[in-house]
């Protein structure tokens, strides 16, 4: 019989070739796999990450107040992602992803043909499992190897994470463009808002970043940007994530992203750059910036602001009455430019939808869809200061003028609003009253413009940046927490801290402490000295010094407490040259001033004496709690990522003597959080003499240099003014029992500020307006009368005990030992029988 040897079909052997080659391939990932395996980092090191987020700080009612660190980031659970974005993510980058085991074979495919047929990767084929092993683990450098790290460590991942725990980590990982890293970031970047407070179309915006971030970026590159996201939305269109209804209304929104840098809750940034500085003695930098501490400070949120408002508000009205200086630039308008109510807003980016990925405008094309476009940009060059917004002069009227703004939105401006710009000659003098808009500007001129409410409207006010400064510091006196802090008028503009790093002449409001000295020295508010003419000759000075007050005016023989308020500089020379120097500065250092800084003559009655606001400030709780010296502080706890405490301030107890314990050991058992560390603040000035200075203080409000202080209608008010020569400083430091504050006014650079800008007319008004808001619903307080302390009649002129039926008599306070004695003199010859002067 003959055997016929049969031949095997080509497909046959075609298919045990490709089984073979299968099987050569999957053995030589496994031996890839277990040589790689052992040399890449462990998988498990995902299950405890800990991101680089940025140090927060924050006010006392949790209001964010500062963010310092390189990376904006905000991690989220992944149920806190909304569904729309994960589609749209998954959408753009791995719509298998639920799918596969962590690596894609299609997508691997297509890599690995780019590399043989261009001797490149070009689409990578990368799912999201190897983008995570990629930025947690690997560099991002093009290479063959690092793609099989990729894929060995994919595996590893999906093998011990959920897909949901593996987006999450991407999803909090991954750059989005301006410092923003994780989708929380991207969205309070771009939009100013929570993910999930954004539509669909927003969501798909960010979920086309991770792919490049710079290219697709809806402020960089709208146009390119909005073209990419409507791609985003006709997959998830096609993938069933959303109905035709929802992509079609989606796409056809325009692009409403805006950079949002990391913007407070509440402007602070002088005292959130004072948090860092201190951070910066305790941690070492990698730990502040990159641990996610979180910090609270003493600050309120509510009298911040009012700080912030009332400086600048002062600082305004004070540039007002010196004039304008003009505008800051000027554009040429061309004469072909649509009219202006034709420029496109930049919240208001044409979408167009192409099917493919998008090519990049170049500018020429994005002037013809906006041919403002140039001047926009030179409008928005000009930035922002504070309040203060940039814009262009477009047309004028006799009484009023169109303005553009950076974002091309067009406004108007009132007569009302810039009728004060009588023009700038010097700080003494101002030109004639403008009579019509065009006396202040013209079209092309770039001027300044801040928001103002007026019957609870918001307008538009011209305005200028002020070249004079201010510095506000409130303190909790109790405590000597710092309440409200504002170093001056723009952070951005200066970062110097006036509060705490301005040493300027403190003039009369630096006279309570000569007053303190002079009272403990044996002196009473009815002591007479006299305000009269005093010629001083020094060796070191080439002329005499003749000291003068405000006035020419000299009114002899006057009582301590009417020099106070009245603030005469001679009555205030006398007082030290009968206390003498080294007594009055024994008397400072119980105030707790800096006299290792302070000059060693008379000068020093009139406040010669440098000082910061916050050191006047300081000084100024002492006559606000009764005679307790504290320490200015402003954080009250420090805090890691997890809100775990690490730190908290001490509680401030004030005493006498020994300070009572807060809490008695059966309390203690009860309570189950840690006991606070207390600190005691003792008593600095006998309580007696403080009572007295408080008592005269009060009448600079009622009747003296800060009467327009009455106006807030309280009766606890007390302080004093402060103006050095030739008006280089003004000052006004006031208290009520509940609060102090301390307001400067003066040029960085020491100069006048013009004629008439005392503390009462240039730093008053700054006080008055913070501490209205401040205090509102803060009832009166009263300190009480202390033991020693007697009520007598005197005679108003001599300051001696009245005898009865001396129609000038007055009430007055004196400690129990220092009674004056009785008056021997003639009666007035007034018949006047209205009642005594109550001063109290």
């Known amino acids: 019989m003959k055997i016929i040897k049969l031949h095997s079909p080509w497909w046959r052997r075609l298919g045990l070739l490709t089984l073979a080659a299968a099987s050569v391939f999957i053995m030589m990932l496994m031996a890839t796999y277990l040589y790689l395996a052992p040399l890449l980092p462990r998988a498990e090191q995902l299950r405890s990450v800990d991101y680089q987020i940025p140090l927060r700080i924050y006010s006392s009612d949790n209001l964010l107040i500062g963010e310092f660190g390189e990376k904006r980031r905000t991690p989220l659970k992944f149920d806190q992602f909304p569904p729309a974005f994960v589609s749209a993510v998954l959408a753009a980058e791995d719509e298998r992803f639920f799918r596969h085991g962590g690596v894609d074979l299609k997508g691997l495919g297509r890599a690995a043909f780019e590399l043989l047929w261009y001797q490149d990767i070009r689409s990578g084929g990368s799912t999201i499992t190897m983008q995570v092993a990629r930025n947690f683990f690997l560099d991002r450098e093009q290479k063959f190897i690092r793609k099989f790290n990729e894929i060995v460590l994919a595996i590893e991942i999906e093998n011990i994470l959920t897909k949901e725990e593996i987006l999450e980590l991407y999803?909090?990982?991954?750059?989005?463009?301006?410092?923003?890293?994780?989708?929380?970031a991207a969205a309070q970047v771009y939009y100013g808002k929570s993910l999930s407070e954004l539509e669909v179309e927003q969501l798909a915006m960010i979920a086309g970043l991770p792919k490049a971030p710079s290219a697709y970026n809806p402020i960089t590159n709208p146009q390119r940007a909005v073209q990419r996201r409507n791609w985003i939305l006709r997959r998830m269109a096609s993938l069933g994530a959303i109905t035709t209804e929802q992509y079609e209304h989606a796409k056809a929104q325009p692009v409403t992203a805006s950079y949002h840098g990391p913007a407070p809750d509440v402007e602070a940034a002088y005292l959130a750059e004072m948090v860092r500085?201190?951070?910066?003695?305790?941690?070492?930098e990698e730990q502040i910036y990159t641990s996610g501490l979180r910090v609270y400070v003493t600050l309120s949120s509510v009298l911040q602001r009012a700080g912030v408002e009332a400086l600048r508000n002062g600082l305004h009205e004070y540039d007002e009455r010196h004039g304008w200086r003009g505008p800051i630039a000027r554009i040429e308008l061309p004469k072909e430019l649509p009219a202006v109510d034709d420029a496109i807003s930049e919240n208001e980016v044409a979408p167009k939808d192409l099917a493919d990925e998008p090519e990049q405008l170049d500018t020429e094309t994005e002037e013809l869809i906006d041919p403002w476009l140039a001047i926009k940009v030179q409008i928005k060059s000009k930035g922002e200061v504070g309040k203060l917004v940039p814009a262009l002069v477009t047309d004028i009227q006799d009484t009023s003028a169109t303005l553009m703004l950076a974002d091309g939105s067009v406004v108007e401006l009132l007569w009302d609003q810039m009728s004060w710009a009588k023009p700038y000659k010097d700080v003494e003098y101002v030109g004639n009253d403008p009579e019509k808009a065009a006396d202040i500007f013209a079209p092309g001129d770039v001027i300044r413009l801040?928001?103002?409410?007026?019957?609870?409207?918001?307008?538009?006010?011209?305005?200028?940046?002020?070249?004079?400064?201010?510095?506000?510091?409130?303190?909790?006196?109790?405590?000597?927490?710092?309440?409200?802090?504002?170093?001056?008028?723009?952070?951005?503009?200066?970062?110097?801290?006036?509060?705490?790093?301005?040493?300027?002449?403190?003039g009369s409001a630096f006279k309570p402490f000569i007053y303190s000295s002079g009272l403990l020295s044996g002196l009473t508010p009815a002591s007479l000295i006299n305000d009269a003419p005093i010629v001083f000759q020094d060796s070191e000075l080439e002329t005499a010094w003749r000291p003068t007050?405000?006035?020419?005016?000299?009114?002899g023989p006057t009582r301590m407490r009417e020099a106070l308020y009245r603030s005469l500089n001679l009555v205030s020379i006398r007082m030290l040259q009968q206390v003498t120097i080294p007594e009055a500065i024994k008397t400072l250092k119980q105030f707790g001033l800096p006299t290792n800084r302070f000059p060693r003559d008379l000068s020093l009655a009139l406040g010669s004496a440098a000082m910061t606001p916050m050191e006047l400030a300081t000084a100024y709780c002492i006559f606000a709690n009764g005679g307790y010296r504290v320490e200015p502080w402003f954080m009250e706890r420090i805090e890691d990522r997890n809100g775990e405490t690490l730190w908290q301030a001490p509680v401030v107890q004030l005493c006498d003597e020994e300070c009572p314990s807060l809490a008695t050991e059966e309390e203690n058992e009860t309570i189950s959080e840690p006991i606070r560390e207390t600190v005691t603040r003792k008593r600095a000035v006998d309580a007696r003499t403080i009572w007295l200075m408080d008592s005269m203080m009060k009448d600079v409000v009622r009747r003296g240099t800060a009467?327009?202080?009455?106006?807030?209608?309280?009766?606890?008010?007390?302080?004093?003014?402060?103006?050095?020569?030739?008006?280089?400083?003004?000052?006004?430091?006031?208290?009520?029992?509940?609060?102090?504050?301390?307001?400067?006014?003066?040029?960085?650079?020491?100069?006048?500020?013009?004629?008439?800008?005392?503390?009462?007319?240039?730093?008053?008004?700054?006080?008055?307006?913070?501490?209205?808001?401040?205090?509102?619903?803060?009832?009166?307080e009263f300190a009480p009368q202390p033991p020693?302390?007697?009520?007598?009649?005197?005679?108003?002129?001599?300051?001696?005990?009245?005898?009865?039926?001396?129609?000038?008599?007055?009430?007055?306070?004196?400690?129990?030992?220092?009674?004056?004695?009785?008056?021997?003199?003639?009666?007035?010859?007034?018949?006047?029988d209205t009642a005594p002067e109550q001063l109290f």
């Not at 999803?171 to 929380?184: P, T, V």
């Not at 007050?549 to 009114?555: E, I, L, P, T, V």
């Not at 005197?794 to 220092?818: Q, W």
């Open 171 to 184: 999803l909090n990982k991954i750059y989005l463009g301006h410092r923003s890293y994780g989708a929380e």
């Open 277 to 284: 500085q201190e951070l910066l003695t305790r941690y070492d």
């Open 450 to 506: 801040r928001p103002v409410i007026i019957e609870n409207e918001e307008h538009w006010r011209l305005a200028q940046v002020p070249q004079v400064e201010s510095a506000l510091v409130s303190l909790d006196p109790k405590t000597g927490a710092i309440r409200s802090l504002v170093g001056g008028y723009s952070f951005a503009q200066s970062h110097f801290n006036r509060a705490t790093q301005g040493q300027r002449q403190a």
């Open 549 to 555: 007050g405000a006035s020419s005016k000299f009114y």
């Open 707 to 780: 009467y327009r202080a009455s106006e807030l209608g309280r009766r606890d008010l007390a302080g004093k003014t402060g103006t050095t020569n030739d008006q280089v400083d003004a000052w006004f430091s006031g208290y009520s029992p509940a609060l102090v504050s301390t307001v400067w006014v003066g040029f960085d650079n020491p100069s006048t500020l013009g004629r008439g800008e005392y503390g009462g007319r240039a730093a008053l008004p700054i006080w008055m307006q913070y501490m209205g808001v401040a205090l509102k619903g803060v009832p009166e």
């Open 788 to 832: 020693g302390i007697v009520t007598v009649r005197i005679n108003s002129e001599t300051g001696k005990l009245a005898r009865p039926g001396d129609a000038d008599a007055v009430f007055e306070y004196f400690r129990e030992e220092n009674l004056p004695e009785a008056d021997t003199g003639p009666l007035t010859n007034s018949t006047s």
